[in-house]
């Protein structure tokens, strides 16, 4: 995989390989909605900094296929550290891999990730210190960045400050404003965008041929594919039924079993439901409708809110969607 793999982020991958030419900034910081490339592109410029093929190192990108590239695709690349959720909750499971029940375990820790913790830096930090394995770019890329507790924050900051030679730090977030300050003013600043409709439902079909509508998942996803994967999932559970009487029940039962996959659909739902109350509600004629709309929309913030504070996700999604019963809406 390359640059030209990550698509639709052109001013964003012609900087990555401009610096990989030229001067690599010791901190960089991706900006944009979650499933729009930055992770994509985050291992390519790891990749580019570290590619075997010579025709690569003149152009400043990868090709995807040399024994450093593959290994950093694979995940086993000494020097190239993603640490996001998963690579958390593996830190935080007890078992060693391998281990009888080690998946299980991992699975659990994974459902309860919410903040990159300060515990997590302090390893990738110590891995920073080290001397690189093959004398390359170490390259060291935290997902969600903005999830990151205030203690984990500041034990990065003077890593990032000073790092060694031939390190960077990729911080990815999709909540630039929830970040501190003082990481903010450390990091060189990268804008992803929103990727063009037409391009999700392609790469939609191509992850997953077997979803219903990858055009209409495509028109709720905002410009994300991990959106539009949501989005796919919510529609089904919305289409359990025909609208009526028996509507709201149906998508109800419809949701997926086991807690924190429930939330998660719920959560899907709700934000469908509000994409398609916020259409309506900028084709509404009168006042009144209007109104009637965005009393509906305020009232889905609430649910949502009640989903995460531990209420019942099928009664929250029954009940959200009895509300809906003189809206008319078309979802
Ligand atoms: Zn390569």
Request: aromatic share 6%.
């Amino acid at each position: 995989m390359s640059f030209a793999e990550v698509l639709n982020q052109t001013a964003a991958t012609a900087y990555l390989q401009k610096s990989v030419l030229g001067r690599v900034p010791q901190a960089l910081l991706f900006c944009g909605p979650c499933g729009v490339g930055k992770k994509k592109a985050a291992l390519a410029f790891a990749k580019a900094l570290n590619c075997l093929d010579p025709r690569c190192r003149q152009t400043g990108d990868c090709c995807g296929v040399c024994a450093h590239c593959k290994a950093i695709d694979g995940g086993i690349y000494p020097d190239v550290v993603v640490a996001d959720f998963l690579y958390q909750a593996r830190l935080e499971v007890k078992k060693d891999p391998g281990d009888k029940g080690y998946e299980e375990e991992l699975e659990k820790e994974l459902a309860k990730q919410q903040r990159i913790k300060v515990d997590t830096i302090r390893d990738i930090t110590a891995k920073s210190q080290q001397k690189s394995a093959v004398n390359g770019w170490k390259v060291f890329i935290i997902d969600e960045a903005q999830s990151m507790q205030a203690e984990a924050a500041n034990a990065l900051l003077k890593f990032i400050e000073e790092p060694p030679q031939k390190t960077v730090w990729v911080l990815l977030t999709d909540k630039k404003a929830a970040m501190l300050k003082t990481i903010l003013s450390r990091c060189q600043p990268l804008q992803f965008a929103p990727l063009p409709e037409e391009t999700v439902e392609r790469l939609l079909r191509q992850a997953n041929p077997e979803i219903t509508d990858p055009a209409l998942a495509a028109r709720y996803s905002q410009g994300s594919l991990a959106r539009a994967v949501r989005a796919a999932e919510a529609l089904d559970i919305l289409h359990a039924a025909e609208p009526g009487p028996a509507w709201p029940a149906a998508a109800a039962a419809a949701l997926p079993r086991g807690m924190v996959a429930a939330r998660q659909s719920a959560q899907a739902v709700l934000d469908v439901v509000m994409l398609a109350l916020h259409d309506a509600w900028t084709q509404a004629v009168d006042e009144k409708t209007r109104l009637a709309y965005q009393q509906a929309l305020k009232k889905m913030e609430n649910y949502k809110i009640a989903v995460l504070r531990n209420v019942s996700p099928a009664l929250t999604v029954e009940t959200a969607l009895m509300g809906l019963d003189k809206l008319h809406i078309r979802i």
